[in-house]
């Protein structure tokens, strides 16, 4: 750039030659590259003042596009082409301003209580600023973004709880743990989790238990037992069955029942034909989520009649067994059913 001077000086010589005395110029090629290479760098230098102006007033939508195109023009100029960009101080301007727009956007989030938002940012901001007068203030500020964070999915499980809806409760709770594992909050979470989880575990209810029951008592028995002869390997076994005898004449009698794994319960049923379908599942969280998210469910594929007749000396009634668990060789089948259909 400095040799703009010299390139016009000579220049000016060469053309005041004649036709003649230039043939006799043995480097005149050589002032024809300096001149193009000259013309080069000042259209490097144009281009990057072009680019910084062209920044204008900076706003979230295309500002950090052009001031990166600018900054990056900028930074490829020599030291010597650098000193003749006029808007380099404008540049460095734009780039305050535009670390300064992202900041306080950063603490609108926070002051409005959007703490997701900040959590996201922030690591953004630090990525993208690192030579930033702000990075140390948004250190401390995502420490507490943080807190604020872990504290209202703690809230939320906490709603949950007070709702009986356990399973998501716990769910939330595992969230904040894994996530805000360095937060003071954690010692909140994990008392609120214990507290849910005796909860759950209080709600189990014992072999046997009549969870719902609209079709009265009879004379008929179920016998539900579980398979010790099977394959004790198999998922079934380690888990609790809810049961549910429902009349084919009208699916709003049945009686519901709850079975422990490895336990067995005999059952009175009134006269009548039914079907039988099980959920199935390890953790309970009551009668209406039954075993939550993860609960299977099935249909045994034959009905069963019950049915009673008397003598003068004796009552007889039919008696079935159902065998639960990982059944060896049985000769009842079941077809899955969603939930809909339990």
């Given at each position: 750039m400095d040799s703009k001077a010299a390139i016009e000086a000579a220049e000016g010589q060469y053309n005041r030659l004649i036709g003649l005395q230039k043939q006799c110029v043995s480097?005149?090629?050589?002032?024809?590259?300096?001149?193009?290479?000259?013309?080069?760098?000042?259209?490097?230098?144009?281009?990057?003042?072009?680019?910084?102006?062209?920044?204008?007033?900076v706003s979230a939508d295309n500002s950090q596009t052009l001031i990166q195109a600018a900054r990056t023009a900028y930074d490829a100029l020599s030291d010597s082409q650098k000193s003749y960009v006029k808007n380099s101080s404008l540049l460095e301007q734009r780039e305050a301003e535009y670390q300064k727009f992202?900041?306080?956007?950063?603490?609108?989030?926070?002051?409005?209580?959007?703490?997701?938002?900040?959590?996201?940012?922030?690591?953004?901001?630090?990525?993208?600023?690192?030579?930033?007068?702000?990075?140390?203030?948004?250190?401390?500020?995502?420490?507490?973004?943080?807190?604020?964070?872990?504290?209202?999915l703690i809230d939320k499980a906490n709603s949950y709880y007070k709702g009986k809806k356990y399973e998501q409760a716990l769910n939330t709770l595992g969230d904040c743990l894994e996530e805000y594992s360095a937060t003071d909050?954690?010692?909140?979470?994990?008392?609120?989790?214990?507290?849910?989880?005796?909860?759950?575990?209080?709600?189990?209810?014992?072999?046997?238990?009549?969870?719902?029951?609209?079709?009265?008592?009879?004379?008929?028995?179920?016998?539900?037992?579980?398979?010790?002869?099977?394959?004790?390997?198999?998922?079934e076994g380690n888990y609790d069955y809810c049961i549910k005898v429902q009349s084919t004449d009208n699916e709003n009698e049945y009686k519901m029942f709850y079975i422990r794994a490895g336990g067995s319960a005999t059952i009175n049923i009134p006269d009548g034909t039914y079907c039988v379908k099980y959920a199935i599942g390890s953790t309970w969280y009551g009668t209406d989520a039954l075993f939550g998210t993860n609960t299977a469910y099935a249909r045994a594929d034959d009905t069963f009649d019950f049915s009673t007749s008397y003598d003068s000396r004796y009552v007889y009634y039919d008696t079935w067994?159902?065998?639960?668990?990982?059944?060896?060789?049985?000769?009842l089948s079941f077809t899955v059913i969603d939930a809909s259909k339990f």
């Open positions: 480097n005149s090629s050589t002032l024809t590259d300096d001149r193009a290479a000259y013309d080069t760098l000042v259209d490097e230098v144009e281009h990057t003042d072009y680019l910084i102006s062209s920044i204008g007033q992202w900041y306080d956007k950063i603490m609108e989030l926070y002051n409005k209580g959007s703490y997701d938002a900040a959590k996201e940012a922030i690591p953004v901001f630090l990525k993208d600023f690192p030579d930033s007068s702000h990075i140390g203030d948004l250190k401390k500020l995502l420490v507490t973004v943080n807190e604020k964070c872990a504290e209202e909050a954690v010692a909140n979470a994990k008392s609120l989790q214990e507290k849910i989880n005796q909860t759950v575990a209080d709600l189990r209810p014992k072999t046997g238990k009549v969870l719902s029951n609209t079709l009265g008592s009879g004379n008929g028995e179920l016998i539900v037992k579980f398979d010790e002869s099977g394959d004790s390997s198999g998922d067994t159902l065998t639960v668990g990982n059944v060896k060789d049985g000769n």
